[in-house]
Nanobody
């Protein structure tokens, strides 16, 4: 199972930007859809964005459309999430997921990272 390590989280003011990265341990990463999820305190984990194995398709939660952009660099086995116009409601632990399966867009993934905290102050 591929190992995933997220980075790039932190504290930012509302309206600001952050870029999350997710480094995968091997190149099986490049063969599958990948995605980002988040979990806020007291809430269930929710889908944020997904990207097809070759980057040719993307899918976003309605709450982040137009503000977040998912991308990947298969040569570097790395997944990204560019987050702009951040809101306090975006505060959560963000998780990288790889090995998506099932019909597009996938919501089931084989591998998960440990998460990175994003805190947006008002």
């Amino acid at each position: 199972q591929v190992q995933l390590v997220e980075s790039g989280g932190g504290l930012v003011q509302a309206g600001g930007s952050l870029r999350l990265s997710c480094a995968a341990s091997d190149n099986t990463f490049s063969s599958y859809s990948t995605g980002w999820f988040r979990q806020a305190p007291g809430k269930e984990r929710e889908f944020v964005a997904a990207i097809y194995w070759n980057g040719g398709r993307t899918d976003y939660a309605d709450s982040v459309k137009g503000r977040f952009t998912i991308s990947r660099d298969n040569a570097k086995n790395t997944l990204y999430l560019q987050m702009n116009s951040l809101k306090p409601d975006d505060t959560a632990v963000y998780y990288c997921a790889a090995g998506g399966y099932g019909k597009w867009p996938p919501r089931d993934f084989r591998s998960w990272g440990q998460g990175t905290q994003v805190t947006v102050s008002s």
